[in-house]
């Protein structure tokens, strides 16, 4: 789960990691009340789940409450389109109004997982307030990283010989070296993905503060963090990909026009590849699941069905805790309760085959039949719109 960069901040503040004074505003009028409030000058910043604001007008220095006001109603008046968000863009109904800062030097924090690692990471970089991307790509050597032992945790050491390569001064060392334990805690702490700082910045009078903050949360560990819920935007997501969370459907909206239903990850993926060697492209990446229901399976067909894309749908079952004639049961129960006739391509293998068979081929649904998955490739070409 993203959250927003004033939400990350109120996090970083319980840990004791400093953050300029902000105020949230969702209008014009609360954006130029704040600016007053912060003496007249701030920086005005679009709350998005994405990066890349600031090369995209998502992020504005204002020199007065009224360039504050016209800045505001520019950027909530509209998506906001960067690398990040595709052609879309995301729809900003938040700023971040704050105060201005005196940066002497930026820097770049990050805790991440390292899958080669099989635990947690601590980047940095001297080219703090860049896309990390460029660095990595254009000048790797200035990326220094801290694989952490999950049983120890970072350790003083390892926070020490980061400072020292990111070249801090004695007088600011010490407190560098405090904000990435910190950030550890807030890694740990909260079951996170991924945790931000782009930039940390050095102020003139030799404060570490950190500029920006970005946090993702583990989809899969919220049920241990019920008070974080509160950050979720729905606003911010994929109107699909949220509904299929409520039903605890794994769901990615992707670009094609075929639909899939598949139950388990792997045969997801194969599905996809399927998909693709056929000559189409999937319209999204599904698993429903082990243990459906026929409920569960029919909530699932009607977001593939809801998405104006779709024009035929392939639905690849093997079935074990999920058995076929359940399956067979969701898929019909959603084609009539939504009264859809787009296509059918069907491959079904295991418990209960016949039964599903049967009671898709009686439903009176438009459905073909494929034995293999090269049967299923050939039966979705045939149905090229």
Do not use: W
């Not at 896309?131 to 801290?146: G, L, S, T």
């Amino acid at each position: 789960m993203n959250i927003h960069e004033f939400q990350a901040k109120e996090i970083f503040s319980r840990y004791g990691i400093p953050v300029p004074r902000g105020i949230v505003a969702t209008t014009p009028a609360e954006a130029k009340a704040a600016t007053q409030e912060l003496g007249g000058q701030s920086v005005v910043k679009a709350q998005i789940h994405a990066g890349g604001r600031g090369k995209s007008g998502g992020v504005q220095l204002v020199r007065s409450p009224e360039e504050a006001e016209e800045a505001a109603q520019r950027m909530l008046a509209s998506n906001l389109v960067t690398p990040q968000t595709g052609p879309g863009g995301a729809p900003v109904q938040k700023l971040l109004i704050e105060e201005l800062a005196d940066i002497k030097k930026e820097l770049y924090v990050a805790l991440t997982i390292d899958r080669g690692h099989r635990g947690p990471v601590l980047l940095v970089s001297t080219q703090g307030g860049m896309d990390i991307e460029e660095v990595a790509a254009n000048d790797p050597q200035d990326i220094h990283n801290e694989p952490i032992d999950p049983l120890s945790g970072l350790m003083p050491f390892q926070t020490r010989r980061l400072v020292r390569k990111l070249g801090l001064d004695p007088s600011v060392a010490g407190d560098a070296a405090k904000v990435l334990q910190a950030l550890y805690r807030v890694f740990v702490d909260n079951d996170c993905s991924l945790v931000e700082i782009n930039p940390l910045i050095v102020t003139g009078d030799d404060r570490v503060v950190a500029l920006d903050a970005k946090i993702n949360l583990d989809d899969d560990s919220m049920f241990r963090h019920a008070d974080l819920m509160k950050y979720r935007d729905i606003s911010q997501e994929d109107p699909l990909e949220a509904q299929a969370s409520d039903f605890d459907i794994a769901y990615v909206n992707l670009y094609g026009d075929v639909g899939c239903l598949v139950n388990g990850a792997g045969l997801a993926m194969a599905t996809l590849d399927v998909t693709n060697a056929a000559g189409a492209a999937p319209a999204n990446f599904l698993d429903v699941g082990g243990g459906a229901t026929p409920e569960k399976v029919s909530s699932a067909v009607k977001i593939i069905l809801s998405d104006p894309k779709v024009r035929r749908v392939l639905v690849n079952i093997f079935g074990g805790i999920l058995r076929c004639d359940i399956a067979g049961e969701g898929i019909v129960m959603a084609y009539k309760e939504t009264g859809s006739t787009i296509p059918l391509v069907v491959r079904m293998l295991g418990t209960n085959v016949v039964e599903g068979k049967e009671i898709l081929a009686a439903s009176g649904l438009a459905v073909v039949f494929a034995d293999t998955l090269a049967e299923a490739a050939d039966a979705i070409k045939q149905l090229q719109i």
